[in-house]
């Protein structure tokens, strides 16, 4: 199977900027990593955003992550990549891509990677 790679993820304190990256470490075009989601403790899978492998505009799943999250891809390198601006405390946890865009990670089987941890903590 394909095995997504997640990176990027580290500690910031509120307010900072981080930009994770996800890639494939096989190059194929039959698994794209094209959504992110994230889990933070104690808490449900949370989808963040996809952008489809047909649409370049990205889908978030919430307006409050609009403005502050960005998702973009680079086709030719596989490789999808969420930009996290004005980062809250509430954004700590641990991000996932993954190769479908679903109403509900928390039932999701497909495939996803490894996940990086992000903490914002002063």
């Known amino acids: 199977q394909v095995q997504l790679v997640e990176s990027g993820g580290g500690l910031v304190q509120p307010g900072g900027s981080l930009r994770l990256s996800c890639a494939a470490s096989?190059?194929?075009?039959?698994?794209?990593?094209i959504a992110w989601f994230r889990q933070a403790p104690g808490k449900k899978r949370e989808g963040i955003g996809c952008?489809?492998?047909?649409?370049?505009?990205?889908?978030y799943y919430a307006d409050s992550l609009k403005g502050r999250f960005t998702i973009s891809r680079d086709v030719a390198k596989n490789t999808l990549y969420l930009q996290m601006n004005s980062l809250k405390p509430e954004d700590t946890a641990v991000y996932y891509c993954?190769?479908?865009?679903?109403?509900?990670?928390?039932?999701?089987?497909?495939?996803w990677g490894q996940g990086t941890q992000v903490t914002v903590s002063s």
């Open positions: 952008i489809s492998s047909s649409n370049s505009n990205p889908y």
């Open positions: 096989r190059f194929t075009l039959d698994y794209t990593p």
């Open positions: 993954a190769t479908d865009c679903v109403a509900d990670y928390n039932t999701y089987f497909g495939s």
